[in-house]
């Protein structure tokens, strides 16, 4: 194989971001959620990174501290990060990277990105996440096609219910799911939706992130979502729905319509999971495949904190 890659632990005032992003795009597997301004947003600056000396080959570390240890989790509104870079992601890479993470993280619930899935390792235990992704490139209108009988339902229902998809506000998606979701969210964290608004705007300045909304013939909001559009794939970062718009089929319909008229260097959709049952037979209807991935987990905490959380 080739010569490994030198490798540093870098803090975060002492990343080039420059050559961070310029790097993130270049990688085969690349996503948005390692860019450098994302990751300051939510960690609140508080990340490092393992880089090589060239900058080929990259893996943010998103850090907490309690109590005096320090642990190593996939923050909201990430669904992978990991190692980042030329490829290929050999076993040989992905274990050369993760030796660097065992002494300097007391704990680590942390989520690899579906590149790095080379790993055999007894010093961590990992656990296959589901992710289900749409090619819906080139001819979008042919998606329809692979579409179930149940999704096809939905959106003749919300053609039937006069609905209409338009831009939506950040606020708007926000009260909408306040009002109908957040309940049905374990721990769910009240600071998330300023960490949402400011991943809105600050994607949206960079032309990368939309919001879009259901309304019907009443001009009421019944679904909402941002999304991502980063490098070839389009990313469900984020949506809302309503009872009536479960009821009419809004989200089906604001996806499917998304899909129709997706931007033509749009080749996927990633739909951001799901191990939920209900999620992936509900993405899976549209025709998504798995892209599956890895989460991480080392305890190293002293037996008397195992109990520790984040």
Not at 30 to 36: D, K, L, M, R, W
Not at 53 to 76: E, H
Not at 100 to 119: C, G, K, P, T, V
Request: overall charge neutral; hydrophobic content about 35%; glycine content about 6%.
């Amino acid at each position: 194989m080739n010569e490994l890659p030198v490798l540093s632990f870098v803090k975060h005032d002492d990343i080039n971001q420059v050559l961070w992003n310029e790097n993130i795009l270049k990688s085969i597997n690349g996503n948005v959620y390692a860019n450098f301004w994302y990751l300051d947003v939510v960690t609140k600056n508080k990340w490092d990174a393992i880089i090589s000396a060239d900058y080929k080959w990259l893996m943010p570390l998103p850090s907490k501290k309690k109590f005096g240890f320090k642990y190593l989790p996939t923050p909201v509104f990430i669904q992978q990060l990991g190692i980042y870079g030329p490829g290929p992601f050999t076993e040989e890479i992905c274990n050369h990277f993760l030796k660097h993470l065992e002494s300097n993280y007391d704990l680590i619930e942390f989520q690899l990105n579906y590149a790095n899935s080379s790993i055999n390792s007894s010093i961590y235990e990992l656990t296959e996440r589901k992710n289900l992704i749409l090619e819906i490139a080139p001819e979008n209108e042919n998606v329809k096609l692979e579409y179930s009988e149940g999704i096809k339902r939905k959106i003749n229902k919300a053609i039937k219910a006069n609905l209409k998809v338009n831009t939506a506000s950040i606020r708007s998606l926000i009260k909408l799911f306040q009002d109908y979701n957040e309940s049905n969210i374990k721990d769910w964290d009240f600071k998330n939706y300023s960490i949402l608004e400011e991943l809105y705007h600050m994607s949206s300045l960079r032309k990368i992130g939309i919001c879009i909304g259901v309304y019907n013939p009443e001009g009421i909001l019944l679904s909402a979502a941002v999304i991502l559009e980063y490098k070839n794939t389009s990313t469900l970062l984020f949506s809302g729905n309503s009872e009536e718009g479960i009821e009419k089929g809004a989200l089906t319909f604001l996806i499917s319509n998304y899909i129709e008229h997706a931007p033509k260097h749009i080749s996927y959709f990633d739909f951001e999971g799901s191990d939920n049952e209900g999620l992936y037979q509900f993405y899976s209807g549209f025709g998504a495949k798995e892209f599956n991935y890895l989460h991480l987990k080392k305890n190293n905490l002293p037996f008397y904190v195992r109990i520790f959380k984040k």
